[in-house]
């Protein structure tokens, strides 16, 4: 469980990197509010297709050491666009990149560690608390690492993001494979089922609150006179 708890730590520096800054630097490369919004659910979108993909992906190869760095590659590759093109419109592809490989990182994680503890699901809050700790600690460093700079995140996001798909790979795989709906056929099995259907309804309002706010949080706080350490103490 120490390798799975070391896992979750290095994943959620990149997470305390891009999570509070992100749009902040899309700000400061001139684009505007709307296309910042414009910008994050267009990822939110991809993020919505990928993920499922990646999990039938896992569902097939549970016990694949490949999965989970290509999809560290894939987000640092897009990283690093992000950090090259600066406003032009391979902002976003990059942008995509980047969403296509984060979310298959923590979702793989996450399967994998709860098949690990079994029904004792204690031992996963365990495990899982470590990487809100990281993330706790790390944001205040982090802002005042990147000082005046936006672009000195992507010296700690990138890195972090390899790294953590690297530990990730010391995770056991899965003890068998899953033979689950076509990712066509999916969303109608999970709606089907009413309490998780009744979950997913207070979670689109609960998350269209959060992202509504998170979005342009750093930014006000950024306006109003706020440092990158303030804004990650925040």
Same mark, same amino acid.
């Given at each position: 469980?120490?390798?799975?708890?070391?896992?979750?730590?290095?994943?959620?520096?990149?997470?305390?990197?891009?999570?509070?800054?992100?749009?902040?630097?899309?700000?400061?490369?001139?684009?505007?509010?709307?296309?910042?919004?414009?910008?994050?659910?267009?990822?939110?979108?991809?993020?919505?297709?990928?993920?499922?993909?990646?999990?039938?992906?896992?569902?097939?190869?549970?016990?694949?050491?490949?999965?989970?760095?290509?999809?560290?590659?894939?987000?640092?590759?897009?990283?690093?666009? =992000?950090?090259?093109?600066?406003?032009?419109?391979?902002?976003?592809?990059?942008?995509?990149?980047?969403?296509?490989?984060?979310?298959?990182?923590?979702?793989?994680?996450?399967?994998?560690?709860?098949?690990?503890?079994?029904?004792?699901?204690?031992?996963?809050?365990?495990?899982?608390?470590?990487?809100?700790?990281?993330?706790?600690?790390?944001?205040?460093?982090?802002?005042?690492?990147?000082?005046?700079?936006?672009?000195?995140?992507?010296?700690?996001?990138?890195?972090?993001?390899?790294?953590?798909?690297?530990?990730?790979?010391?995770?056991?795989?899965?003890?068998?494979?899953?033979?689950?709906?076509?990712?066509?056929?999916?969303?109608?099995?999970?709606?089907?089922?009413?309490?998780?259907?009744?979950? =997913?309804?207070?979670?689109?309002?609960?998350?269209?609150?959060?992202?509504?706010?998170?979005?342009?949080?750093?930014?006000?706080?950024?306006?109003?006179?706020?440092?990158?350490?303030?804004?990650?103490?925040?």
């Amino acid at each position: 469980m120490a390798r799975a708890s070391i896992a979750y730590v290095v994943i959620y520096v990149a997470v305390a990197a891009y999570s509070p800054f992100l749009q902040p630097y899309y700000q400061a490369l001139g684009i505007s509010l709307g296309a910042i919004g414009a910008l994050v659910a267009f990822t939110s979108v991809v993020a919505l297709v990928s993920s499922p993909t990646w999990g039938a992906l896992h569902d097939r190869s549970p016990t694949s050491r490949v999965l989970l760095p290509v999809a560290a590659v894939i987000a640092a590759l897009g990283a690093l666009g =992000l950090a090259s093109f600066g406003a032009s419109l391979l902002l976003i592809p990059s942008a995509a990149a980047f969403a296509i490989g984060m979310s298959g990182l923590s979702p793989m994680m996450d399967v994998r560690v709860l098949d690990l503890v079994g029904s004792d699901r204690t031992r996963y809050a365990r495990v899982r608390v470590w990487g809100s700790i990281s993330f706790m600690v790390c944001t205040p460093i982090i802002g005042l690492a990147i000082g005046e700079n936006y672009r000195n995140l992507f010296f700690l996001l990138i890195p972090s993001v390899l790294l953590g798909g690297l530990a990730a790979t010391l995770l056991p795989g899965r003890a068998g494979g899953v033979r689950a709906a076509s990712l066509r056929q999916a969303p109608g099995r999970v709606l089907g089922h009413l309490p998780i259907a009744l979950f =997913l309804i207070g979670a689109l309002v609960g998350w269209t609150a959060v992202y509504a706010q998170n979005t342009f949080f750093s930014i006000y706080l950024s306006q109003i006179g706020a440092s990158n350490e303030q804004i990650g103490w925040a």
